[in-house]
Each structure stands twice: as C-alpha cells, then as structure tokens.
T-cell receptor
Framework: GESVGLHLPTLSVQEGDNSIINCAYS??????FIWYKQESGKGPQFIID?????DKRQGQRVTVLLNKTVKHLSLQIAATQPGDSAVYFC??????????FGTGTRLKVLA | DVKVTQSSRYLVKRTGEKVFLECVQD?????MFWYRQDPGLGLRLIYF???????EKGDIPEGYSVSREKKERFSLILESASTNQTSMYLC?????????????FGSGTRLTVV
C-alpha cells in the first residue's frame, strides 16, 4: 500500500553541523512534497515544499532534494541550531489532496 | 497571524461522554481535515471535508463523526469517548488549487479519556 517512511527515528547532531533527514515514498503518482517541523506540544509547521518537476529547492538554511527515480527526498538543515530541535516529517500528495505523512524523525541538537 | 484555530489545547473527558472538538480557519480554504497523532504511528486521517456539508471518511473513522455547516468550521465528534481515543488531534485546512500549497495545521488538542 501507500506509505511514506523515514529512515531514522532519531537523529542527534552537534550544534553548528549540518543535518540530513531522509524520507522515502512509494506512490509514483505523488507530485508534491512537503517537510513539516513539529515542536513539542505544537501543531506541525510548514518548512519547505517541492514539486515533482524540480529536484532541488532551497530556503533559508534548508534545502530539499527530490530523487524521483528512487522515490526519495531529503531535508538538509545547514548550521543546525538548538531551535531546530523538533520532530520533522515529510508528506506527499498523490494528487488527491489527502497527503500521506511519514511517522517523523526526532532531531536532537547537542550543545 | 493565527489561521487554523482549535478550540482547546487540552481536554480531559470521561469514558462514554460525547466530545466535541472544534476547528476554525480564516483562510477561506475549501478542504478541512481531522487527524489523530500517536507515537510511532504518525498522522492518521479520521475525516475530511472538501465543501460545506460534504464529508468523506478517512482511514480511521470508527467512533467519530464530523460536521461542517459553515466553510470556516469543521467539528469532530466522539460519539461515546473511549480510552483508546486518548490522543493528539490535529485539524488542518488546504486550498483547492492546481498550485498545491500544502496544509495549514492548528496547534492541536490533546485529549485524555479517563
């Protein structure tokens, strides 16, 4: 069935290092992808999105890479800061407006 | 700047009670969604609505119903609360557009059923 999976449940990085969070999706019809950040006790917040006609998109300190061949996307956070500590999850839209969400990766930033 | 508002952050209800979770969005979005979020299971879709008075079941509708009488408001109803409905409930909305813009989520309601 459809699924969106994350490769690691927890990622610990040193403050100032770069973070890479990965996500795999199974539905090749997915044409839109989003990364969300969820801090403890809060709702998910939009970080960055990418459409299937792109393979890379950059925001402020964040980059999303999309590899449609292997159905994989990643979120890169440059110069990770303590405020980046949160759960990150990806979502894909298979064209139905009902997104498929991954289970999340918890990012811990070590001082 | 708040765009999707959930009426309660925390709720404690007794088993068997009828529970109403309210969600209001001010972005004139057509689509509205109710998810529950449990550790290790991610977000699971309970119900969604693509227009006023229209609703569709999601992946886990059992024990829930919804109401959308106005475009901006989407209510989730637990007909008879049970302890296995203890969870974080998230409301979201989205615009119907050929240019997909993603969901906007509310802050969530953490419901405990005792």
């Amino acid at each position: 069935g459809e699924s969106v999976g994350l490769h690691l449940p927890t990622l610990s990085v040193q403050e100032g290092d770069n973070s890479i969070i990965n996500c795999a999706y199974s539905n090749s019809a997915s044409d839109y992808f989003i990364w969300y950040k969820q801090e403890s006790g809060k709702g998910p917040q939009f970080i960055i999105d990418i459409r299937s006609n792109m393979d890379k998109r950059q925001g402020q300190r964040v980059t999303v890479l999309l590899n449609k061949t292997v159905k994989h996307l990643s979120l890169q956070i440059a110069a990770t800061q303590p405020g980046d500590s949160a759960v990150y999850f990806c979502a894909s839209d298979p064209g139905t407006y009902k997104y498929i969400f991954g289970t999340g990766t918890r990012l811990k930033v070590l001082a | 700047d708040v765009k999707v508002t959930q009426s309660s952050r925390y709720l404690v209800k007794r088993t068997g009670e009828k529970v109403f979770l309210e969600c209001v969005q001010d972005m004139d979005h057509e689509n509205m969604f109710w998810y529950r979020q449990d550790p290790g299971l991610g977000l699971r879709l309970i119900y969604f609505s693509y227009d006023v008075k229209m609703k569709e079941k999601g992946d886990i509708p059992e024990g829930y119903s919804v109401s959308r009488e106005k475009k901006e408001r989407f209510s989730l109803i637990l007909e008879s609360a049970s302890t296995n409905q203890t969870s974080m409930y998230l409301c979201a909305s989205s615009l119907v557009s050929y240019l997909n813009y993603g969901y906007t989520f509310g802050s969530g309601t953490r419901l405990t059923v005792v």
